[in-house]
């Protein structure tokens, strides 16, 4: 059973940057697409970026050009290296991935780590 543990998280003030890291466990990782979800308070859980088995990478229009996936197949660790942070970028990420190999539809997405706080201050 795949197991996905993110860390990383932090405090730091607007304009700033933060790195986060996520470890899978339980699988050949280099067949799965990886992403990273975040949920604010009150809010539902968005998706941010994702990156697909052969490194092809995507990302939501409120993190483009900000924010950069990539991934580490030998390490079977995916990072998100999120710069010129904004406090509406406050959030619990969370590293996710499919059930299925070689797909990237979010809705196969059904794994989670436990979430990294982030918190960007004014």
């Known amino acids: 059973q795949v197991q996905l543990v993110e860390s990383g998280g932090g405090l730091v003030q607007a304009g700033g940057s933060l790195r986060l890291s996520c470890a899978a466990s339980?699988?050949?990782?280099?067949?799965?697409?990886m992403g990273w979800f975040r949920q604010a308070p009150g809010k539902e859980r968005e998706f941010v970026a994702a990156i697909s088995w052969s490194g092809g990478s995507t990302y939501a229009d409120s993190v483009k050009g900000r924010f950069t996936i990539s991934r580490d197949n030998a390490k079977s660790t995916v990072t998100l290296q999120m710069n010129s942070l904004k406090p509406e970028d406050t959030a619990v990420y969370y590293c996710?991935?499919?059930?299925?190999?070689?797909?990237?539809?979010?809705?196969?997405?059904?794994?989670w780590g436990q979430g990294t706080q982030v918190t960007v201050s004014s």
């Open positions: 339980g699988r050949t990782f280099s067949n799965y697409a």
């Open positions: 996710a991935t499919p059930k299925r190999p070689y797909t990237t539809e979010r809705v196969q997405y059904d794994t």
